[in-house]
C-alpha cells in the first residue's frame, strides 16, 4: 500500500512540473530580425557603371541595425573577370633552383587546364610566366591580378620561360564571374527609447537609409522599430520589429522629435494609433500608452495564493500550485527571417489531473490524469 502511495505521488509531482508549465525564459528573437536583412537589387544607388564596358549585376545587398542605432548598408557585385585557366605557383627559392631561374621572377605553371584559354595558347607545365600584356609578372598574385583585369575576349602576349630559352605566346583570355564587395558604408541612426510608456525601441530613419529599408519608391520617411518588449504595450497591439512608424493620430512622425511631440500630452491609459509600414503593407496598431510598462508586480499569499507579473511572464496559482496554476510567456520570434510576437500559455487543474497549454509554434495541447496527451495545431 505504502508503494502505491509512492507511485501516486510521483506521477503527481511529474504532472505538476511537465503537464502545465511552458517555456517561460525570455526569448527576444528581434535583434536577429535586423541582421543581414535583404535589401531588393533594384536599389542601385552608389552602384558605379563600370568604365570598361564589364557586364555587373548585384549578386546580394543587406542591411544591419545594431540596439544603439549603428546602421551597415553591404553590397556584393557579381562582375565579368579574365581567365586563363592555369593552376600556377610562385617560383620560390627551391622551385628556381630546380628550374635554373631567379627566385620570385615569375609563376610557374603546374597545369593548363583542359579546353581553356591556356591550353590553346599551348602552355604547358614548367613553363615560367614573367609577363603579361607587357607588365613584369613577380609572381602568382601578380599574374592573377593583370589577367582578371583583362576583359573577356581580349588577347594578350604573355612572356614565358621554358627550358630556359625566352619566348612569347598570345592569349586569347576567357571570362568568368567574380562577387566583390561594393558601395557599402555605415552610418549612426538616432535611437528613441519609449521602452517604459509603449514597450518599444525605434530609429530614425535618414534620406541616405530610408530607400534602403523601405523601397527605392518609398514617399515617406518614418520610425523604425527595433525592439518591442515582449508582453509590453506594442506587443499586444501587434507591432513588430522593422514595422516603419509613419504616423501617430494624425500626426506624421518622420523624425523622434515628432513622436514625442505626439506622445507628450497623452496620459498612462491613453491608445494612440499608429500607421505603419510592414513589407510594404499598411498595418494600424492601437497602443495604450502605459506608466511603467517594464514594470514587475504581484503578490504571495503564504502561497495559498500567489500572483506575479512582468511583461514578458504572467503567472498565478492557487494552494501551492496544487488546485490551480497558471503561465503565459510572450516572446518575439524569428521564422524565415519574419520576425513575430507569440504568446505560450499553460494551465493545470487539482494536480494537473487536468493540463493544458500552448507553445510559440502554436502546436495545443491537452492532458488527462498526467498519462493521455492530446496535440493538435502547429506546423507553422
Known amino acids: 500500500m505504502h508503494r502505491h502511495r509512492v507511485v501516486i505521488v510521483t506521477l503527481a509531482a511529474l504532472g505538476l512540473v511537465s503537464c502545465a ?4 525564459s525570455v526569448k527576444d528573437e528581434g535583434r536577429e530580425a535586423l541582421q543581414g536583412v535583404t535589401v531588393p537589387a533594384s536599389y542601385t544607388e552608389g552602384l558605379a557603371t563600370p568604365q570598361d564596358g564589364r557586364k555587373e549585376a548585384v549578386h546580394r545587398q543587406s542591411y544591419s541595425i545594431e540596439p544603439d542605432g549603428s546602421f551597415t548598408f553591404s553590397r556584393t557585385v557579381e562582375t565579368e573577370v579574365g581567365l586563363l585557366g592555369a593552376d600556377a605557383h610562385t617560383v620560390d627559392e627551391k622551385e628556381a633552383k630546380r628550374l635554373g631561374v631567379e627566385p620570385f621572377s615569375g609563376a610557374c605553371i603546374r597545369r593548363a587546364q583542359e579546353g581553356s584559354p591556356a591550353e590553346r595558347a599551348g602552355l604547358r607545365r614548367d613553363d615560367i610566366v614573367v609577363s603579361f600584356g607587357g607588365k613584369p609578372v613577380g609572381g602568382l598574385e601578380r ?5 582578371a583585369e583583362t576583359r573577356p575576349g581580349e588577347s594578350a602576349e604573355v612572356g614565358i620561360v621554358r627550358s630556359g630559352q625566352a619566348q612569347t605566346v598570345k592569349v586569347q583570355i576567357g571570362g568568368t564571374k567574380r562577387y566583390v564587395s561594393a558601395g557599402g558604408f555605415q552610418r549612426k541612426l538616432l535611437v528613441l527609447d519609449e521602452w517604459d510608456r509603449l514597450g518599444l525601441r525605434v530609429a530614425e530613419l535618414t534620406d541616405e537609409v530610408c530607400p534602403i529599408v523601405l523601397g527605392p519608391g518609398a514617399s515617406e520617411k518614418g520610425l ?3 525592439d518591442v518588449l515582449p508582453g509590453g504595450p506594442a506587443f499586444f497591439a ?3 520589429v522593422r514595422d516603419c512608424i509613419l504616423k501617430a493620430g494624425e500626426s506624421p512622425v518622420a523624425s523622434a522629435a515628432d513622436l514625442e511631440k505626439a506622445l507628450s500630452e497623452l496620459a498612462g491609459g491613453s491608445t494612440v494609433p499608429l500607421a505603419a509600414l510592414r513589407d510594404g503593407k499598411a498595418v494600424e496598431a492601437r497602443v495604450t500608452v502605459a506608466e511603467d510598462a517594464a514594470a514587475s508586480h504581484g503578490f504571495n499569499f503564504l502561497g495559498v495564493a500567489e500572483y506575479g507579473h512582468k511583461a514578458p511572464h504572467r503567472r498565478f496559482s492557487l494552494l501551492w500550485q496544487i488546485l490551480w496554476r497558471y503561465e503565459a510567456c510572450h516572446s518575439v520570434r524569428v521564422k524565415d527571417r519574419t520576425p513575430r510576437n507569440v ?4 494551465w493545470g487543474a487539482i494536480l494537473n489531473l487536468f493540463a493544458y497549454k500552448t507553445r510559440s509554434d502554436g502546436r495545443k495541447e491537452i492532458r488527462l490524469l498526467w498519462l493521455l496527451p492530446i496535440w493538435w495545431g502547429g506546423g507553422e
Open 224 to 226: 523604425l522599430v527595433l
Open 143 to 147: 599574374l592573377q591580378h593583370l589577367v
Open 21 to 24: 508549465s511552458v517555456d517561460c
Open 343 to 346: 504568446t505560450a500559455r499553460g
Open 238 to 240: 501587434d507591432l513588430r
